[in-house]
């Protein structure tokens, strides 16, 4: 049986953050927001600075394509967040 494992890279930006505890809040509740709704592996690094924040998912799923609602669920969440704007993500899927 094959799967296929995805991983989507996603930096953010958070242009009204002015300390990392601000940072941590918004990004906190996203990560929360997409796990409730996604079943995505997340891991929240931080830059720097207090307004940008990468951010990665993964999954596995029996096909590509499976991968790819789960990416796209994960940037209209993200997209609907309005303390954030988020920069093109990068995917890669491994067969």
Same mark, same amino acid.
């Given at each position: ?7 989507? $890279? ?24 997409? +796990? ?16 940008? +924040?990468?951010? +990665?998912? +993964?999954?596995? $799923? ?25 920069? $093109? ?7």
């Amino acid at each position: 049986m094959k799967h296929c494992v995805g991983v989507m $890279t996603v930096t953010v930006h958070l242009p009204a953050s002015h300390s990392l505890k601000e940072r941590r809040s918004v990004v906190n509740s996203l990560k929360e927001r997409i +796990a409730n709704r996604c079943n995505v592996a997340i891991l929240e690094r931080g830059a720097d600075t207090w307004q940008i +924040a990468e951010m +990665a998912f +993964a999954c596995v $799923t029996e096909t590509e394509s499976q991968a790819e609602e789960l990416f796209r669920r994960v940037r209209e969440l993200i997209e609907m967040e309005t303390r954030v704007i988020a920069m $093109t993500p990068h995917v890669e899927y491994y067969v």
